[in-house]
């Protein structure tokens, strides 16, 4: 019997390639679309309707069948509410890891176990492979597009339920293969950003969910530069939206952002990309989670990535104790951000990682 695959399709490119090859490849496929936000889908900034129509013509074009599926409330308690916390306490989270630990690779797979699937697949750029009874998160082929650091948050169980067919694939292919088909999507632009933000201004969203608590930019030894809309609107390394200028200030150097002092509700700035409050040797992280179940070693030398538009850079992990971790890096890292993530590799294999909780 021919396994059955459901596939979550976006209505993107990616996730419609994705069904398209399984079903070349002999699986019985079947697509579900997913709904993860309705609190404003109705304006400008948020394409659900329209994304569900191109998964619909995408599933027609190809005959097969599509199911559509809301996970807002799911969403809301899992990973907004998460969303929120983290930056009411200053820090810079990235919900799409948790999106797709919570959502696509739980809610989701169940949903999908539900309906009879054999295995879910989606257009995410990663492979995984099997060793030893061990399932392996890896680097896709093409390493401008790979996403494992997203996805470092699964676990043995979803990953021997998970396909990524695009894994191999450079993204110019993806597309060509798109437009040989005759996809209705092939042209369609890629989506950015936050999923449940879309285009829309990111002040003016989140400031519908929690207070504005503006307060005074300083230089780090106290002298007032500007004035900030709230900390929570400002990340490390920030560099554009200060409002305070930069080529024309005494040093003649940019601003940006390299610290938050939460108690006295003041923006921490400094002029320079290289300035020293900007480069940091070692983080520490908290909630940790390794995807082969057991802890990676001290003192051996990895890779590791604090954001996910950055190359490799070697490190070693030098403290190890339950839920805490200490990382020190070969050579100082830009802009260490808490509440964003700290993703381990071995190679090209993803070993997992931690929120980061400071900078040292």
Same mark, same amino acid.
């Given at each position: 019997?021919?396994?059955?695959?459901? !596939?979550?399709? &976006?209505?993107?490119?990616?996730?419609? *390639?994705? +069904?398209?090859? %399984?079903? #070349?490849?002999?699986?019985?496929?079947?697509?579900?679309?997913?709904?993860?936000?309705?609190?404003?889908?109705?304006?400008?900034?948020?394409?659900?309707?329209?994304?569900?129509?191109?998964?619909?013509?995408?599933?027609?074009?190809?005959?097969?069948?599509?199911?559509? !599926?809301?996970? &807002?409330?799911?969403?809301?308690?899992? *990973?907004? +509410?998460?969303? %929120?916390? #983290?930056?009411?306490?200053?820090?810079?989270?990235?919900?799409?890891?948790?999106?797709?630990?919570?959502?696509?690779?739980?809610?989701?797979?169940?949903?999908?176990?539900?309906?009879?699937?054999?295995?879910?697949?989606?257009?995410?750029?990663?492979?995984?492979?099997?060793?030893?009874?061990?399932?392996?998160?890896?680097?896709?082929?093409?390493?401008?597009?790979?996403?494992?650091?997203?996805?470092?948050?699964?676990?043995?169980?979803?990953?021997?339920?998970?396909?990524?067919?695009?894994?191999?694939?450079?993204?110019?292919?993806?597309?060509?293969?798109?437009?040989?088909?005759?996809?209705?999507?092939?042209?369609?632009?890629?989506?950015?950003?936050?999923?449940?933000?879309?285009?829309?201004?990111?002040?003016?969203?989140?400031?519908?969910?929690?207070?504005?608590?503006?307060?005074?930019?300083?230089?780090?030894?106290?002298?007032?530069?500007?004035?900030?809309?709230?900390?929570?609107?400002?990340?490390?390394?920030?560099?554009?939206?200060?409002?305070?200028?930069?080529?024309?200030?005494?040093?003649?150097?940019?601003?940006?952002?390299?610290?938050?002092?939460?108690?006295?509700?003041?923006?921490?700035?400094?002029?320079?990309?290289?300035?020293?409050?900007?480069?940091?040797?070692?983080?520490?992280?908290?909630?940790?989670?390794?995807?082969?179940?057991?802890?990676?070693?001290?003192?051996?030398?990895?890779?590791?990535?604090?954001?996910?538009?950055?190359?490799?850079?070697?490190?070693?992990?030098?403290?190890?104790?339950?839920?805490?971790?200490?990382?020190?890096?070969?050579?100082?890292?830009?802009?260490?951000?808490?509440?964003?993530?700290?993703?381990?590799?071995?190679?090209?294999?993803?070993?997992?990682?931690?929120?980061?909780?400071?900078?040292?």
């Amino acid at each position: 019997m021919k396994k059955k695959v459901i !596939v979550g399709m &976006s209505g993107g490119v990616d996730s419609s *390639v994705t +069904a398209l090859l %399984l079903k #070349e490849q002999g699986y019985e496929v079947v697509g579900l679309f997913m709904k993860n936000w309705e609190d404003d889908d109705t304006d400008e900034y948020c394409p659900a309707k329209q994304d569900l129509i191109d998964a619909v013509a995408v599933a027609d074009k190809l005959g097969i069948e599509i199911e559509a !599926v809301n996970f &807002s409330k799911e969403y809301k308690e899992r *990973v907004f +509410a998460n969303f %929120l916390e #983290e930056y009411s306490a200053g820090r810079t989270p990235n919900p799409d890891i948790l999106c797709n630990s919570e959502i696509k690779f739980k809610a989701f797979l169940d949903h999908a176990m539900a309906l009879g699937g054999d295995l879910m697949a989606t257009g995410h750029y990663a492979q995984v492979r099997e060793r030893n009874g061990l399932y392996q998160l890896m680097k896709a082929d093409d390493g401008t597009k790979d996403q494992s650091y997203f996805l470092h948050r699964l676990n043995q169980a979803q990953l021997s339920k998970t396909l990524f067919p695009l894994g191999h694939l450079p993204k110019r292919e993806v597309r060509e293969i798109a437009r040989r088909a005759e996809l209705p999507t092939s042209e369609k632009k890629d989506s950015t950003g936050i999923c449940f933000i879309g285009e829309r201004p990111f002040q003016e969203f989140l400031s519908r969910y929690l207070p504005r608590t503006p307060g005074e930019m300083q230089t780090p030894d106290g002298q007032v530069v500007g004035q900030h809309n709230g900390l929570m609107y400002y990340t490390m390394g920030q560099r554009q939206g200060l409002g305070i200028g930069g080529s024309r200030e005494s040093s003649g150097e940019p601003w940006f952002v390299a610290g938050k002092d939460m108690q006295r509700n003041v923006l921490i700035v400094v002029q320079g990309h290289d300035h020293p409050l900007l480069l940091n040797d070692g983080l520490t992280a908290s909630n940790l989670h390794w995807i082969a179940g057991e802890n990676p070693k001290t003192h051996w030398v990895y890779a590791a990535k604090t954001r996910y538009r950055q190359p490799d850079a070697p490190c070693e992990i030098e403290r190890l104790e339950g839920d805490i971790t200490e990382i020190r890096f070969g050579h100082a890292q830009w802009a260490i951000t808490p509440g964003q993530s700290v993703v381990v590799y071995e190679s090209n294999v993803c070993l997992g990682g931690g929120i980061i909780t400071s900078a040292l």
